[in-house]
């Protein structure tokens, strides 16, 4: 299993993961969500006003340094891609993947304000001159969690030596809900012509970890091919089994997915489908969406093989709260 790292963005913290988290250590994996200097809750004005993009860069170095973490999986959304670069940059070679989730992708001698869109040099000045301090109140209209925030890691620029290029996995989620305001849109050009980078669009706001969880949670621990893909309806079976068949034969086993498929022998028979009325969240599959086909590649000995559901394009899986029973 992974361990991820995940640095939330501009004036949000670590609960803005709080969606994420737990799909992820159902998987298995080990999770640790930060909250960058200048954003915690007891954080006074004045360390507001002294914290820079190295202080935030220091904070994810210093967390891999004091967990002894190798190998790690670090994700940034938003204004944390500036930090997960220079953060991967000086981490000696221990980063293994890098996930911007519609988050800058920043070159050397850029910054967060070179970086952007002028629609957001406003919000950034506006959000200080509001202030009146080295600081950036949070835009009208968001979470009411989010804090102000330090000036300076807008302005300050990144200084890569090149390490980061050593990350074997690198890979930007564009957000295609917000098209008519996204500054990532020259951005996601770039780095599709980039061989080095894996790009993926989901149907969502900026706000993809609270608007589409699940879709965000397979994306970063599935295996993708190269390119550009599209991340819609590949809240599936099929979307994880493909690459790591041995973690959804453990969570079939579990119940973790409920979308009606039940964990059985193939003795080349359909899969059988059951009603459930369970109040978690269910995957609720219409009659006819999903065909089936066997899965037994790369099943270690003694291990049951599963039946994999794959929707048909335009079929969309929808998670939903309350009975969703699933006809056969």
Known sequence: M????????????????????????????????LTLTGLRPDDENATIASANLDTHTDDVVRHLDRHRITGATL???????????????RADGRISRLVHVDAYVPRDGDSCWSSTNERFREVFAAGAAATGYA??????????RRRPRPLAPF????????TLAQAPRREFIYCT????????????TRLRA????????????????HEAPEAVAVNRRSRSRRGSQSLAGQWSISSVAEREPESIDRWARQGIW????????????????????RESPTVSLSSGAYTQRSFVTALPPGRVPIVEARLRPGVSACAQRGPSPVRP
């Open 194 to 209: 980039d061989p080095e980078w894996q790009v993926h669009d989901l149907p969502s706001g900026h706000d993809a970890m």
């Open 155 to 162: 302005l300050q620029t990144i200084r890569l030596t090149g």
């Open 177 to 188: 809900g917000w098209e008519d305001r996204t500054p990532f849109a020259e951005l996601r």
């Open 135 to 144: 600081a950036v109140r949070p835009p009208d209209g968001g979470h009411t």
């Open 258 to 277: 409920r979308a009606g498929i039940k964990h059985r022998r193939l003795r080349g028979c359909r899969p059988r489908t059951r009603r459930t009325r």
């Open 75 to 89: 994700v940034g959304h938003s204004y944390a891609g500036m930090v997960i670069a220079a953060a991967a940059d």
């Open 2 to 33: 992974a361990t991820f790292v995940l640095v939330p963005g501009a004036w949000n913290g670590s609960w803005s993961f709080e969606a994420v988290v737990p799909l992820l250590e159902r998987a298995g994996h080990t999770v640790h969500a």
